[in-house]
């Protein structure tokens, strides 16, 4: 099987031949540099280059942004660029972008799926985008001081992404199609349950409604610790969550218990990357009955970090190739 076959078999809880053998995140600048010593010669530049010298499936990937070149950028990080709704109306000329994606980028990628190469799309999502805007702090009291403001905010972002998936359907159709978030930290959500129903459900369930429509899965991408924030998304119409991380408590077992029919993406501790192969093989062992079941495409919980030597990597990928095959017996 192909890469996108593997992946697509996954998806539907189908068996492939094997389970895809795929890295979602970019690799750390740091965790490169670290490489880059240790022997990745320096004509590897890009991730697919990476990802290719370590042997990794063909995995291709569509970023879109709500944002055009040469939106004002905030004066620190974790600032804001709107208050109000004047500050909204002067930057809506930076925003959404009528060409939302370069078609020749889309033309390249086509052709890579028609080899095989699987495909998955990240877009800003309903929570992450008015956030982007107000600025960290004042996006959270935003929900209580500027209602009408956010709900225009992403009735704007729905008409954009509704736009951009028939626009990049037209060329290609990604696989999966994420909802950055980030809205949970290590001790879970940072909105209330009334709050994510009150402000955002209704964008949710149209979002992943026009998804549907054009038979992708719908993920949410959110870090952090997401038990809550896992049914919340499940009565919307998502179909998925990533990156799962360990360290935050996650308990990959305990939600696909809870939601048989969920999708996963993610859920093996970075951490353990760097104490031997034991260590590993324990991380694998304790994800394998998910693996069993289908639906689940394990991949590093978030991006690889630099105290992950080349060696562990490719002893990391190695042991991932062995549980992918034992995973789909």
Known sequence: MKSRERIQAVLDFQKPDRLPIIEWAPYWDKTIERWRSEGLPD???????IREYFGLDPMLDVWIRAKSPGCPVPSSHGAG???????YDAILPYLYPKEPYDPRA????????EQGAGLWGWFEGFFWHPRELFGIEEHLYAFYDHPALMRRMNQDLLEFFERTVD?????????FLALAEDMSYNHGPMIS????????????????????????KGFVDSDGLVDEPVDWYAGVGCNGFLPLEKQAGVDLLK??????????????????MNKGENAMRTEFERLLPVMRQGGYILGVDHQTPPEVSIEDYKLYIKLLREYSELAAK
Not at 255 to 272: E, S, V
């Open 106 to 113: 889309l033309e390249e990628i086509a052709a890579g799926c």
């Open 193 to 216: 349950k009334s709050i994510f129903d009150e402000q955002l459900a209704d964008f949710y369930v149209k979002a992943f409604g026009i998804l549907k429509a054009h038979c992708i």
């Open 81 to 87: 660029i709107v208050s109000c709704e004047e500050d």
């Open 255 to 272: 939600y696909r218990q809870k939601h048989p029919k969920f999708l996963f993406l993610g859920g093996f501790d970075k951490l353990c």
């Open 43 to 49: 004509n590897i530049q890009t991730y697919t280059q």
């Open 167 to 175: 626009f990049i359907c037209s060329f290609v159709k990604p696989q």
